[in-house]
């Protein structure tokens, strides 16, 4: 099931400088630290890098094929890698989305799962992964390589896959209808709506429209959403007689339901009801937003035939992937709740919230920057001080341009002045926080990546 270089040739209309059209491609790698012996090495041009500069350090490194754009190759380099195979594009980056398309074709019988939403892409993927994994030889996106680099080159690591969880990121219309249509799913998983992206797409409306572009890419529209989410249940209303929507949710009447939910600060236990059949589900982490997820996973296991056993297994031994929700257990009781990865007030709102129902004898949120929030930011950030002093949070470090807007609102909303603290200067946040953590504390850790608090997290581990 993989591609030949004259495949490679067709889709991407390349030419062949040196080589053997029958060679065969199998492992491609945009990275030269990565290559393995007879690797495909595709060049990528980006703002800060430009892998066209690298093409033979890849061919000494072991890649028996290179893909280029159309830059000089001088007599004496071509006789050197003769044994190679060159081909040269218009353009490195279409030409590795034209690649994983025609890699995808070769699998007829995949069922891909595509999985999109303002927040809880990479958790929802890993769990309904790990569900789907229990019956099937299943390949997901790893970490959130879910941009047109990162989604072509999971496509590209199918090796006789039975399924496939993709995540799709966005920050403007049009994004995920290219990389949906490259995926090709079967059933697409819409997380929810919120705020992340508004600066670029200027309302919820559009991050909405810019969310179902995912259905583009389907051959029959098949949706899974949280039911829950105002933006999705007021769609969903509006277009049941439309498309084809499953809902699974906590509050809003959803045809797989959570009962008896009994929480925990680092699980939950619920009696998952799908239309009637009930079944005990166990999740390893703890939070409502997992509840979701785990819904999520089971309703989608369902709909692929998994049996209630799978499902109940694949939960219960989910991990989530790094920097996301990661609780790191220190030395004299004290928790980090590590979601430096990413930020928006939904995922804020959620991670103070988790905050605040642990039984910690402190709890300290340090918070960040949200970023690409535009004519938004200051509102978003006021609503998550607001959101601090509302869960009665012991203490609040910020950090950031727009941050300081999160302490001052939350001194505005009733949370003692004394105990908010905006820092300027990284060094002596660190400071403060290993001065201030003590025995049973939990702190929390949530901006932005840009904001690199996962860099403070590793300071205060160490």
């Known amino acids: 099931m993989n591609l030949k270089i004259k495949d490679i040739l067709k889709c991407t209309n390349g030419t062949l400088i040196t080589g053997n059209e029958e060679t065969e491609c199998e492992n491609y790698t945009n990275d030269t630290r990565k290559i393995e012996k007879g690797d495909t090495f595709i060049a990528l041009k980006g703002e800060n890098f430009d ?34 195979n060159i081909i040269q594009v218009e353009d490195t980056r279409e030409a590795l989305a034209q690649i994983a398309t025609a890699k995808r074709k070769l699998y007829k019988n995949l069922i891909v799962v595509g999985v999109t939403g303002s927040v809880g892409k990479t958790s929802t993927k890993d769990i309904i992964a790990n569900v789907l994994s229990k019956k099937y030889k299943t390949l997901k996106t790893e970490g959130n390589y879910n941009n047109d680099i990162g989604l072509p080159l999971t496509i590209l690591k199918l090796r006789n896959h039975e399924a496939a969880v993709i995540e799709m990121g966005m920050n403007h219309l049009g994004e995920i209808s290219k990389l949906t249509k490259i995926a090709k799913p079967k059933v697409s998983v819409i997380t929810n709506v919120g705020t992340s992206h508004i600066g670029n ?23 899974v959403i949280n039911n829950d989410n105002d933006m999705l249940h007021n769609w969903a209303k509006e277009n049941e007689d439309k498309v084809n929507i499953r809902t699974f949710g906590m509050e809003n ?29 166990e999740v390893p982490v703890g939070g409502d937003v997992f509840i979701l997820n785990a819904l999520c996973a089971s309703l989608v296991g369902r709909m692929l035939n998994l049996s209630n056993e799978e499902i109940q297994k694949g939960i219960s031994s989910f991990e989530l992937t790094k920097k996301r929700m990661e609780i790191i257990n220190l030395e004299n009781d004290i928790t980090i709740i590590n979601d430096s990865y990413n930020a928006s007030f939904d995922s804020m709102k959620a991670a103070i919230e988790y905050l605040a129902n642990t039984s910690s004898k402190k709890k300290i949120a340090v918070l960040g920057d949200m970023f690409e929030l535009g004519e938004f930011s200051e509102e978003l950030h006021r609503k998550v001080g607001a959101e601090v002093a509302k869960n009665k949070i012991d203490l609040l470090f910020t950090t950031g341009e727009d941050a300081k807007y999160i302490a001052e609102e939350a001194g505005n909303s009733g949370m003692e002045k004394k105990k908010i603290i905006h820092f300027n200067n990284r060094e002596e946040l660190i400071e403060k926080i290993k001065n201030t953590m003590e025995k049973g504390d939990s702190i929390l850790f949530k901006a932005s990546n840009g904001m690199k608090l996962f860099e403070i997290v590793q300071e205060i581990k160490h």
């Open 51 to 84: 892998g066209n500069l690298f093409w033979k350090t890849a061919l000494d490194n072991g890649a028996e094929t290179v893909i280029t754009n159309k830059i000089e190759i001088n007599s004496e380099d071509l006789e050197k890698y003769k044994n190679k």
């Open 201 to 223: 797409l200027g309302s919820r409306e559009n991050i909405l429209k810019a969310k179902l572009e995912i259905l583009e890419g389907m051959e029959v529209p098949l949706v």
């Open 253 to 281: 009447k959803s045809e797989c339901m959570a009962e008896n939910i009994e929480k925990s600060e680092n699980s939950s236990k619920f009696i998952c009801n799908c239309e009637g059949d009930k079944f005990n589900i």
